[in-house]
């Protein structure tokens, strides 16, 4: 199935020999992390396997929110709020981002009071989240048939439009020198005695002392064939663009059956609020142990299922040589087919919660590809065995909305700043140091 539409943005024609970082992947984390970097004077090459945010940084929800967020992620979150409201000013474009506020609905006491504990995680913070009625949410939401608890609504949250967002931020980096470079997959890193000194890409080499991996989706097999083991699933979302409709909520609503923001155009992005599907592939077998707790723990939001992805991915080389193609020039991007009956469910919950949606028209259905993690948090952070390498990945679809203050914490790692959070639980090792990997959130 096709995607979005996404801005356009042109890659260079020329190579640049050398610079000081690399950074692997052209989404919104990537593409944050140019910009920071080029901010503070830093020679860079943005490379990207196909177009600039053209996976999953343009396929999400495009909510900005801090609302449910991991207690783990609330700093870095607190950190893009001050953040997204500059970003226009400080790339000379616009990526459709506002403050509309994000409401996550309680059918029941049970989840009010879960809501109402999860706002302890908010005490330290100056920000404008709270619970409301049953009574209040009808007031906020004046159109609403929804029969509620109430809901935790934070008028902070807000919204941006995925697929002008990365493209808005590599052009602003480009104006400061990056190079942006499109459809120049990166085939693997290169050292010099033991640290890192260039890349070798599709294209030619690049001479480097440090690079960033950014590659969502991709990051595990890439590391894989560095000799390094992230592990990391992949989860699929879909969505529904409706055409413009008058009449419908400002604010983002998360509910059991579905989930909504208003786009730029006056349309809707819609999905299922709590379920995805998981596709059964051989890494659910290498990492499986690894997400077992998870596993355990989400076991009702996700959906297994066992078809061609699997004998896709056996066919996927794990390891390859720097003079021959890589899987990522072979698939530029992932565009799997969403799946019809839970848009259409959600579309039917919608419906049923806001009449004035009878009047809705689909005007384009598309799915992406989650990066996750089995501590559901990503992994921003150096690598200890090879000097000079950084990842920042596994953003377990949170990644849209944080994703220009993770591009900060990598760009501080990177230049050996004081971070701007504290990276700890971000760290990579965490993995392998025998720390408890544990979901707490879910959401």
């Not at 403050?99 to 330290?124: P, S």
């Not at 009449?247 to 208003?262: D, H, L, Q, T, V």
């Not at 990492?287 to 996700?302: H, R, T, V």
């Not at 377990?396 to 203050?405: D, K, L, Q, V």
């Amino acid at each position: 199935m096709p995607g979005p539409f996404v801005v356009p943005v042109h890659g260079d024609v020329d190579l640049p020999a050398k610079v000081d970082v690399v950074v692997i992947g052209g989404g919104i984390i990537g593409c944050s992390t140019a910009l920071e970097l080029a901010e503070r004077g830093m020679t860079v090459a943005l490379c990207e396997k196909g177009g600039i945010g053209h996976e999953q940084s343009s396929r999400n929800w495009g909510w900005v929110r801090i609302t449910r967020r991991d207690p783990r992620e609330v700093p870095l979150m607190a950190e893009a709020l001050r953040i997204w409201p500059d970003l226009a000013k400080r790339t000379g474009r616009d990526l459709g981002y506002t403050q509309a506020g994000v409401a996550f609905a309680c059918a029941n006491d049970t989840e009010f009071e879960e809501h109402e504990r999860w706002l302890e995680n908010l005490k330290d913070y100056q920000i404008d989240s709270r619970m409301v009625s049953g009574r209040e949410f009808k007031e906020l939401f004046p159109g609403s048939e929804m029969e509620v608890k109430g809901a935790l609504f934070t008028a902070v949250d807000g919204r941006a439009e995925p697929q002008q967002a990365a493209p808005a931020i590599a052009e602003a980096a480009r104006d400061l020198g990056v190079h942006v470079l499109t459809e120049c997959a990166v085939r693997g890193i290169q050292t010099s005695a033991g640290h890192v000194s260039g890349v070798v890409t599709e294209r030619g080499e690049i001479a480097c002392e440090q690079v960033v991996l950014a590659g969502g989706a991709w990051s595990s097999l890439f590391a894989r064939n560095t000799g390094l083991r992230l592990p990391q699933l992949k989860v699929k979302n879909s969505v529904i663009r409706t055409k413009p409709l008058q009449g419908g909520p400002e604010s983002a609503i998360w509910s059991n059956g579905f989930s909504i923001r208003k786009r730029m155009d006056g349309g809707y992005t819609v999905a299922d609020g709590f379920r995805n599907i998981v596709d059964i592939v051989p890494d659910s077998f290498r990492y499986f142990k690894d997400f077992l707790p998870a596993l355990g723990s989400q076991w009702k939001s996700l959906m297994l299922s066992f078809g061609g992805r699997f004998l896709d991915e056996v066919r996927v080389q794990n390891k390859w040589s720097m003079d021959e193609a890589s899987p990522f020039e072979y698939c530029r991007v992932l565009d799997p087919k969403p799946s019809f009956t839970m848009q259409d469910k959600a579309l039917q919950n919608l419906r049923r919660a806001f009449p004035v949606f009878e009047k809705a028209e689909i005007a384009q259905r598309w799915a992406g590809a989650i990066d996750v993690t089995p501590d559901a948090i990503p992994v921003i952070s150096g690598v200890d065995d090879i000097p000079g390498f950084f990842i920042a990945t596994g953003f377990s679809g949170h990644g849209f909305g944080i994703g220009p203050a993770a591009g900060r914490l990598a760009a501080d790692l990177v230049c050996a700043r004081a971070p701007v959070v504290d990276p700890a639980p971000y760290r990579f090792n965490r993995f392998s140091d025998g720390s408890k990997i544990e979901i707490i959130s879910g959401f």
